[in-house]
């Protein structure tokens, strides 16, 4: 019989948070699943046990198991032999949960950061202010409902021209 001792590290969640932190988006390498939002609970039990919830930014999102992967891995890498990793859609993910130096992130990588929705959105008419990454204007088209994902739409910019890809805010 081995002496299988359990195991004494004694992690806070915070530290599984900062691990958590450098796992980058499997689309969009720029940021990480917890800039974008999509960590949304991690406890550590009294055997040592670590859970983590998580929201698929998209149901759609092929990404799914490379995301749950990831996370497990980071959680080994910190020693720690029992992980569990869940995901939820209740609530389901919205783009309100980008951070801010996330959107930035994005926006320097060509992608147009999803427009706040939440309370204006009820009174507004289809207005989902995307503007061009590269020149900042407003004056934009959507050319396609969904991008190479269905997380993305594709736009072109009637001012300079460029073709970009924005989020799609849910
Ligand atoms: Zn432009």
Redesign the pocket.
Known sequence: MEDSTPSTVNLQPSTIWDALASVPDPEIPVVSITDMGMVRDVTVGDAGRVTVTFTPTFSGCPALHVIRESIEQAVRDLGVTDVEVRSTLTPPWTTDWINDDARERLRQYGIAPPAPTGEGQLIQLDAEPTR?P??G?LNVRMTASFGPTLCKRMYV?D??R?PFEGFKSV
Request: charged residues 25%; glycine residues 0%.
């Open positions: 061009c590269r020149c204007s910019c001012t300079c460029e």
